[in-house]
T-cell receptor
Framework: NAGVTQTPKFRVLKTGQSMTLLCAQD?????MYWYRQDPGMGLRLIHY???????AKGEVPDGYNVSRLKKQNFLLGLESAAPSQTSVYFC?????????????FGSGTRLTVV | GQQLNQSPQSMFIQEGEDVSMNCTSS?????WLWYKQDPGEGPVLLIA?????ELTSNGRLTAQFGITRKDSFLNISASIPSDVGIYFC?????????????FGKGTKLSVKP
């Protein structure tokens, strides 16, 4: 099925470990986004990209890095995981800045940092 | 930054009842969107609104773009068990924040069968 695919779906990390979350979309969308979702906090934007080779900071970028080397992929990296980064991470994509069709979301990655 | 106030935070209703939820903002938005998130899944777009005063339906769902452009409402008629989930409003203002959507914190809907 066309859409946004996130890998892995679940992961447990020890404090200080690093990992990369992968997001892939097959809809030829220009814009891609990484959100984290925490209870009572809704969706908070971490980083986003408006096209291949570009990235920008969102609301809560600290502790994360991203790369958009290919149009269809958007990677989220945690260099040194902390318990505060325990969350559910969602990737999303859109044709443009949230206009006509809104964002298409992946099914999420549940990350636990112990 | 811009914030959306979504209410209620949660609600329990009897199957068959109508449901209403809303979002308000101190800022004007050009677009309002309503999403639903099922347990263990990502949000899925339900309804998009592009004009002040616009009223749009999607099955049993009806949403309205407030005249002031600072609020939006979502109504669900005759609720059923599969309506359970978290509903998010989202606003977009092309003039600010690089055109990114601003999300409310969600309304968690639970239905008693």
């Amino acid at each position: 099925n066309a859409g946004v695919t996130q890998t892995p779906k679940f992961r447990v990390l020890k404090t200080g470990q690093s990992m990369t979350l992968l997001c892939a979309q097959d809809m030829n969308h220009e814009y891609m986004y990484w959100y984290r979702q925490d209870p009572g906090m809704g969706l908070r934007l971490i980083h986003y990209s408006v096209g291949e080779g570009t990235t920008a900071k969102g609301e809560v970028p600290d502790g994360y890095n991203v790369s958009r080397l290919k149009k269809q992929n958007f990677l989220l990296g945690l260099e040194s995981a902390a318990p505060s980064q325990t969350s559910v991470y969602f990737c999303a994509s859109s044709y443009g800045p949230g206009a006509l069709n809104g964002y298409t979301f992946g099914s999420g990655t549940r990350l636990t940092v112990v | 930054g811009q914030q959306l106030n979504q209410s209620p935070q949660s609600m329990f209703i009897q199957e068959g009842e109508d449901v209403s939820m809303n979002c308000t903002s101190s800022s004007i938005f050009n677009t309002w969107l309503w999403y639903k998130q099922d347990p263990g899944e990502g949000p899925v777009l339900l309804i998009a609104l592009y004009k002040a005063g616009e009223l749009t339906s999607n099955g049993r769902l009806t949403a309205q773009f407030g005249i002031t452009r600072k609020d939006s409402f979502l109504n669900i008629s005759a609720s059923i068990p599969s309506d359970v989930g978290i509903y998010f409003c989202a606003g977009l203002n092309y003039g600010g924040s690089q055109g990114n959507l601003i999300f409310g914190k969600g309304t968690k809907l639970s239905v008693k069968p």
